[in-house]
């Protein structure tokens, strides 16, 4: 069907760039020019036909919000956690878009009822005249008074630093611009912070800040000159050391300086080398060591504070080739080894028989569901005799245990309450796997709503898969809209993520990258063909790095889709990783190869959505950016949208949404984001027939 509503027509302005012995042909560079107000007109052309195209979804938008707000405890609190003499809690309240940071004196067993409450943070107060609102870094000294805090008012995850003595409740007047980490010393009166260069948005120096002194006197302590790297600043649980990190995709190297001496000289653990990385934490004179030097999923080595060097290692837990060490969760009598194993998270609970690093793992946290997530929670206390973490599934709303280590029980503390007669039991989840077109088995997890499911019905599958990312099973209200409405819900853990450690990122990166897109495509089919949807029935969705997967496997088989969400999605893959003076950039090419060398850039062309569209029919789109995206630049989706339009040969609606206030994770109001995922889910349903 003719679409009566005309969509806007970018102005084309030919451009050409020669690299390799091949011409990129850009069109649509121009929209480039953020502060053009032709560019702005186009971009608020593009909102209002979207409108206009989906007004006669108002009411379901309406419908689908009032749903999903029924099913969130608006006014909640979260579980208090201990760190030195106060119990910190974050709480929400009806009607106001952003939490409330909390705390309360108390004992070693819980929070005082009758003390009085502190409130260290407002984000309702602190977003006031700003349109977007984020709280980035915080850090409070050891005696509970200064408080540091970053804030974002944009959405370009630029941060401003500020600092609040929590016992007058006043704010400094004096900030620093462009801070990412935040760290005390122990003599509650040094801050360390890190800083972003003006150009690429990478944190490239640290810096030390005294109480007192105007920040012009901040004195630079360190800065890598490494395009590749950031730095971060942290401190051990025991809070003896600070840690300064410097990292870029593949290498790290770590520095340590005792917190007690704040004006000292930061000393190096192990210099770094391409391909090693490595974290450290400290307990009893030793840096335990989690590190990849003997294989890509990690080992855990210690080693003595005045001898760090490999020469002083010694192997306390052996790399595996089938289990991933992902962190190490250390305390003063027992560490958690955070693994990953058959592509589920594993708390494998190791004890100390004593001050010495000798160790045996002594129990495993056992999880009940087929496909789940699971993760350590807030755990402060270094001489701690229980553990806290988290967990989830696709059909088991978001959970806090304490395991206590004498009884090796877990107790539940609070499980985030669904309102708005939420059964549980009407769900189920699955775990299977699809064969990609070399054999590989590619991990999928399902989710449905048992009475609902038919083999006719619609199917929604997302993917991600690139940075080693593992794609998270968890819970979402918002998606029993979906659910009650009859969709099957796939998650596939594509090759490019890390769900089965290091070598399954190793395989969809650089030159294999192209094994993401099929592991996503034999997913789409393998479903479908196995009665979990309609072929004619499917929506695939993806953000950011899967937004570059949504336009690859759009371009490679636009038949297999019906619908695709598209969010802040990375598409115009040559252009970008061609400038180098664009954040991010250059760190990029440990990911995605340097396209400045020939073999990097005939294989980025031969998959870059934006290159490799062409005149066909395509499914129907919804492509969202936000105008202050700092990781994938807003132009990147209004070009691909602009020369989209003038390719396709099919009337399914092709829209381009433009958030003119927010950065790259959308609206920062919890009710706001809500109305942008009603928006959402109302386009898939009226695509998928399931009005």
Same mark, same amino acid.
């Given at each position: ?7 806007? /027509? ?7 760039? =020669? ?37 006669? @979804? ?20 979260? &579980? ?11 709480? =929400? ?85 462009? &801070? ?10 040094? %801050?360390?912070? =890190? ?26 302590? !360190? ?87 490999? #020469? ?103 499980? *985030? ?41 619609? %199917?929604? *599958? ?17 998606? %029993? ?37 099929? $592991? ?47 969010? &802040? ?9 061609? $400038? ?46 936000? @105008? ?43 009710? #706001?984001?809500?109305?942008? /995922?009603?928006?959402? !889910?109302?386009?898939? %349903? ?6």
């Amino acid at each position: 069907m003719t679409d009566p509503i005309q969509p806007p /027509i970018a102005r084309i302005e030919h451009t050409e760039t =020669t690299l390799h012995g091949h011409t990129l042909v850009d069109d649509y560079a121009w929209l480039r020019q953020k502060d053009n107000p032709e560019v702005i007109a186009y971009l608020e052309a593009e909102n209002q036909y979207a409108e206009a195209h989906t007004a006669a @979804l108002a009411p379901l938008r309406e419908q689908l919000y009032k749903e999903m707000l029924s099913h969130i405890k608006q006014t909640d609190v979260s &579980v208090p956690f201990r760190d030195g003499n106060w119990w910190y809690s974050t709480r =929400t309240e009806e009607g106001l878009q952003y939490a409330i940071h909390c705390r309360r004196r108390g004992s070693a067993t819980g929070p005082d009822a009758d003390a009085p409450e502190d409130v260290l943070l407002d984000g309702n107060q602190l977003a006031q005249g700003h349109a977007f609102f984020a709280l980035g870094a915080t850090a409070i000294t050891d005696d509970g008074r200064w408080l540091a805090y970053t804030t974002d008012t944009t959405g370009f995850r630029q941060y401003t630093l500020h600092i609040k003595d929590l016992v007058t409740d006043e704010t400094l007047t004096d900030t620093v611009e462009r &801070v990412g980490s935040v760290v005390w010393a122990a003599d509650n009166a040094t %801050l360390f912070y =890190t800083v972003e260069d003006e150009e690429q948005k990478r944190q490239y120096q640290l810096l030390r800040h005294r109480l007192g002194q105007p920040h012009t006197n901040d004195v630079l302590v !360190y800065q890598d000159v490494d395009e590749r790297f950031n730095v971060a600043v942290g401190r051990t649980r025991d809070g003896q050391y600070l840690v300064l990190e410097s990292a870029s995709h593949i290498t790290s190297e770590c520095h340590f300086l005792a917190a007690a001496t704040p004006e000292g000289s930061f000393i190096l653990v192990v210099t770094r080398q391409d391909d090693h990385e490595y974290s450290i934490d400290h307990r009893n004179g030793l840096w335990y060591i989690r590190t990849n030097d003997r294989g890509r999923n990690f080992r855990l080595v210690t080693a003595p504070v005045a001898t760090p060097g490999r #020469d002083h290692w010694t192997e306390r837990i052996p790399h595996r080739a089938d289990v991933m060490l992902e962190d190490i969760d250390l305390f003063a009598s027992f560490f958690f080894a955070c693994e990953r194993e058959d592509g589920l998270p594993r708390l494998r609970l190791w004890q100390f028989s004593g001050a010495g690093p000798e160790a045996e793992q002594t129990a495993e946290i056992a999880f009940p569901e087929p496909a789940y997530n699971a993760y350590p929670h807030v755990n402060r206390i270094f001489e701690a005799t229980s553990y806290r973490y988290s967990y989830q599934s696709l059909v088991t709303p978001s959970s806090v245990y304490e395991y206590d280590l004498a009884s090796g029980t877990s107790t539940l503390l609070k499980q *985030v309450e669904v309102p708005g007669c939420f059964d549980r039991t009407l769900y189920a989840s699955e775990r299977l796997h699809a064969t990609a077109p070399d054999g590989t088995q590619v991990p999928i997890s399902l989710v449905y709503r048992k009475d609902q499911r038919t083999t006719s019905g619609p %199917l929604y *599958v997302y993917g991600y898969g690139s940075y080693g990312y593992a794609l998270p099973v968890g819970f979402s209200s918002n998606r %029993l809209s979906l659910l009650d409405r009859g969709l099957v819900l796939a998650y596939a853990h594509i090759r490019g993520g890390g769900d089965l450690g290091e070598p399954w990122h190793d395989a969809g990166k650089m030159l294999v990258k192209r094994n993401t897109f099929t $592991d996503f495509i034999a997913c789409v089919e393998h479903l479908t063909a196995t009665g979990y949807g309609d072929p004619s029935r499917v929506a695939i969705e993806g953000g950011s790095a899967g937004g570059l997967l949504m336009g690859a496997v759009v371009n490679l088989c636009p038949e297999l889709f019906r619908a695709v969400l598209s969010h &802040v999605p990375f598409v115009d893959v040559m252009n970008t990783m061609l $400038d180098a003076s664009l954040p991010l950039t250059v760190p990029e090419y440990e990911e995605w190869g340097n396209p400045n060398e020939e073999k990097p850039f005939t294989y980025m062309l031969n998959y870059s959505p934006y290159d490799n569209l062409k005149p066909a029919s395509y499914p129907s789109m919804l492509v969202k950016t936000s @105008l202050y995206d700092s990781q994938v630049m807003y132009w990147e989706p209004a070009k691909y949208v602009a020369k989209l339009r003038t390719l396709k040969t099919d009337n399914n609606p092709l829209l381009l949404v433009t958030n003119m206030q927010a950065g790259h994770g959308g609206a920062s109001g919890r009710y #706001d984001y809500l109305k942008e /995922i009603a928006f959402d !889910y109302a386009f898939l %349903l009226r695509e998928l027939g399931c009005l």
